[in-house]
């Protein structure tokens, strides 16, 4: 897994924006004992190149979790998110009191593939 140079910023239904650390994977098994175990926000992303140059990407999941090493060891969606080909992992360190808050206005501010959204 390769961390990538720029980073993902995303806007919540706040219209408060979120900066994200980018990696590149190959597959959902790429990140599994790769991080630390610290509370975060994570995204799923395909991140793809348009036209003009610029990078772009499919929102696939967004998850939060208090142990983010340990959370994709049978994580519920792990099949959904290799099915449509994620090959970005985004991830922002937020601490526990922050954290659901975070996920539920990214959820309910953007449409997620493999997410049931949060009712707006």
Do not use: P, W
Request: aromatic share 12%; charged share 25%.
């Amino acid at each position: 897994m390769k961390k990538l140079d720029n980073h993902f910023t995303i806007k919540g239904k706040s219209g408060r924006e979120y900066k994200f650390n980018m990696y590149s994977i190959d597959c959902f098994e790429d990140v599994k004992g790769v991080f630390n175990d610290v509370s975060a926000v994570y995204i799923f992303t395909r991140r793809y190149k348009q036209q003009n140059g610029s990078f772009s990407h499919t929102l696939i999941y967004c998850g939060e979790t208090e142990h983010l090493n340990r959370r994709f060891y049978d994580h519920d969606h792990e099949n959904d998110i290799n099915v449509h080909n994620a090959n970005c992992f985004c991830v922002m360190g937020v601490s526990n009191a922050e954290r659901e808050n975070i996920e539920a206005d990214i959820l309910e501010g953007n449409d997620f593939t493999c997410n049931t959204q949060h009712n707006c």
